[in-house]
């Protein structure tokens, strides 16, 4: 959990290239809508609402021809030729070109676009651009069938278990070259349910068989993908057009609208429609502060139940059986978070937390051991839930009932284990492992509500049972720990990309970082390769919904546990003085009385002014992200403003020595709430007739405590 400490907001998962423009296409009275992707370089797309348009769209070959350009094949019409060979012509002004892919790239297609006095080029897919041939291996093929020929790509381009059939060889004129017209190789078979077919250069023998080369008497096809592609700048040839690209699907619609080359048919492109604001952003913000604030408000049960007691006995001297003022005995000992097992941290454990951290990210980073890492925190998190929401219920349940919580085990190692232990245990285990299941078999959950709810309960439980067992006693050990943490933060994130070329922290995170190939993973999302870029489970995750490029964002376990340390101490010093208060002055309402000083000893907080300051760091940390566009170290921003605000609160309080050291309150009230505890051992064998005796040993009752002051 300390190995992330990383504040994301993801945009998009990166597992397919998303079409982020939309194409209104208007013809004959009729409007028709398509997703296009948008190229990195030229102009960019409007936003949402204020279109381009509407400009006729035109074919490159009808645009040609109007300019007496080109010889009207199907070659010229690809915009490949040298920039000198087109010149603006007013059938071309300020139009959309409608432009095959092949032979040359996208940005000589669009700068030739641009010559031409096109306003918006649409670059659409073609099966032609999937052949190219070459005509020295032609010359050493010594009159092969299809020598020099360079036949579409298996996988990349096309998928014979999508589709496949055959075509005559009779039917198919060799070599089969980009020059061949686009729908040329789909005109003879049929690839089943696939709209596109693709040559694979290979042949079926009469028996059926593939053979690797084109001897036999049919030619094999197979079903090709159709998918948007990113229009990547080739960096020399500049362009003012707006640019897009359109599937083969895409371009049926299209071209079959500018058919007559009269310009009749128009089109309006603009960007895709994003919410301008950030919900998953501001949700997570408040589920960060939320938890930190409930799991540091739970780190000082046990001083609080104490208060409680105190309260009630002094109001009824009589309800001994109940802290919360009497009733009947629980079937087994209610245990409350606080009252487990703590650790106070030294400066040496903040070292040494600090070093185990980095030594875990750095191991993360170079074996990528991420479903060890899922496997584990599913058992923690399962141990978690199980102590937080499963054996509260299932206590109150068998108290409701009546049924005996039978005591099933006890030794000095794991104490005393009940029935309501074991039921506890299972429901939160199994729990557990159906999310692990989810979280290792199938490629990227995080949409999946179960999934990510889940993963955000198991994250509150454990922050707040880590809080409630890890303690700061003092400020000055609070410092050393996020200090270090701080620059931990700010050096993984920042400073090792220079070092490793990438950062370390947001590929941890990330569970890798994203697919190297976007295009492959939106075929094959179940390949190795691509299941990389999932968050990783210490992590806070709500999803980015109403927006078309998905994703989280993002809120690491550590940015909400290593503040929330510190919180956790200004919640338990706030409770001691409550707790001295109350007992001091013999109260029994509130926590605070105008008696003996009793407003210097109760009524000055520290945990709300902190918990302020943890807000508006994350919020800080939040706008960092939306202003840099990417990944923030919180903890750049929360330290200072948690640190800070408890440093200068006690400044002026005059406490600042008190605190740096440990709080000496702190530790009284500690002691007094130890000293009861041991009473506990005994409290039931009082009887009623020596009730005013046991009220004088009771160390909370009796004010003579030299513990209270």
């Known amino acids: 959990m300390s190995a992330i400490s990383l504040l994301l907001f993801l945009a998009s998962p990166a597992f397919a290239v998303l079409p982020s423009g939309i194409l209104t296409l208007t013809h004959s009275s009729t409007e028709t809508e398509l997703f296009v992707a948008e190229a990195n370089f030229g102009s960019s797309l409007p936003t949402y609402a204020s279109p381009l348009g509407p400009l006729p769209l035109l074919s490159s070959a009808s645009a040609l021809s109007a300019a007496g350009l080109g010889d009207g094949s199907f070659s010229s019409s690809l915009l490949c030729d040298d920039a000198e060979n087109y010149s603006a012509s007013a059938p071309s002004s300020g139009v959309a070109l409608l432009i095959p892919r092949g032979i ?8 030739n676009a641009n010559t ?52 005559s060889a009779s039917d198919i004129t060799l070599p089969y070259s980009s020059a061949v017209s686009a729908n040329d190789a789909t005109t003879y078979n049929s690839c089943g349910s696939c709209s596109f077919c693709l040559l694979t250069g290979h042949s079926l023998g009469s028996s059926g068989a593939v053979l690797e080369d084109l001897s036999g008497s049919s030619y094999q096809t197979c079903c090709a993908w159709d998918l948007h592609q990113n229009l990547y700048w080739d960096g020399e040839h500049q362009t003012n057009t707006v640019n897009v690209f359109a599937t083969m699907e895409e371009s049926e619609v299209l071209l079959s609208a ?24 501001i949700l997570i913000w408040a589920l960060g502060v939320a938890v930190a604030i409930f799991a540091s408000y739970a780190a000082g049960g046990d001083l609080r139940a104490g208060r409680k007691k105190y309260l009630a006995m002094s109001s009824d001297p009589t309800a001994r059986s109940d802290v919360s003022g009497g009733g009947p005995a629980p079937s087994a000992p209610q245990r409350t978070v606080a009252e487990e097992e703590s650790l106070d941290l030294t400066v040496w454990h903040a070292a040494f937390f600090i070093v185990f951290a980095s030594f875990f990210l750095v191991l993360l980073y170079f074996t990528g051991a991420y479903s060890f890492v899922k496997v584990m925190y599913a058992f923690g998190c399962s141990g978690a839930i199980s102590q937080l929401i499963f054996y509260p219920v299932v206590t109150r349940i068998v108290d409701a009932t009546g049924v005996d919580d039978k005591l ?29 299941y989810v979280a290792l078999t199938i490629p990227h959950p995080d949409s999946i509500p179960f999934f990510w709810i889940t993963q955000d309960v198991f994250g509150a439980c454990l922050c707040t049972v880590f809080l409630s067992t890890i303690r700061l006693p003092s400020l000055k050990v609070g410092a050393a720990l996020l200090g270090a943490a701080f620059f931990y933060d700010i050096f993984f994130v920042f400073i090792t990309p220079y070092i490793f070329k990438s950062s370390i922290m947001l590929t941890v995170a990330t569970s890798g970082g994203p697919p190297p190939d976007a295009l492959w993973c939106e075929k094959y999302p179940s390949d190795s390769p691509c299941l990389t870029g999932d968050p990783m489970p210490m992590l806070f995750s709500i999803p980015n919904w109403g927006n078309y490029q998905g994703g989280s964002s993002l809120l690491g376990l550590g940015d909400v546990v290593l503040p929330g340390l510190l919180l956790a101490l200004c919640a338990r010093m706030d409770e001691a ?22 407003k210097s000893i109760c009524c000055e907080a520290y945990f709300a002014p902190v918990c302020i300051a943890y807000a508006v760091g994350l919020c800080m940390a939040f706008v960092a992200v939306l202003v840099m566009q990417m990944g923030q170290p919180a903890l750049l921003y929360l330290v200072p403003c948690t640190v800070g605000t408890v440093t200068f609160v006690g400044w002026r309080r005059g406490e600042l020595s008190d605190l740096w050291n440990g709080p000496r309150f702190l530790d009284s009230a500690q002691k007094l709430l130890d000293e009861y505890q041991e009473d506990q051992s005994s409290k039931f064998l009082y009887d009623s007739d020596d009730e005013q005796s046991a009220s004088s040993q009771d160390p909370m009752l009796n004010p003579s405590n030299p513990r209270i002051s």
Do not use: Q
């Open 577 to 598: 003085r409550a707790l001295l208060g109350a007992v001091a002055d013999g109260r029994v309402g509130g926590v605070c009385s105008p008696r003996r000083g009793a």
């Open 408 to 436: 099933l085990h006890e030794s000095e190692e794991w104490g005393k284990i009940y029935m309501s232990d074991i039921l506890a245990g299972v429901f939160g285990y199994t729990w557990g492992g159906i999310w692990l």
């Open 104 to 111: 040359c790239s996208f940005a000589i297609k669009a700068h």
């Open 258 to 281: 500018t058919s007559a080359g009269d310009g009749s048919a128009t089109v309006l492109m603009e960007r895709r429609w994003t919410p301008p604001v950030n919900v998953g952003g």
């Open 116 to 167: 031409m006095g096109a306003a918006a080029v649409v670059i659409y897919e073609t099966l032609s651009s999937k052949y190219g041939y070459n005509e020295t291996e032609a010359a050493a093929g010594d009159g092969t069938e299809g020598a020099g020929v360079e036949w579409p790509r298996n996988l990349n381009d096309y998928d014979c278990s999508r589709g496949n059939g055959t075509v």
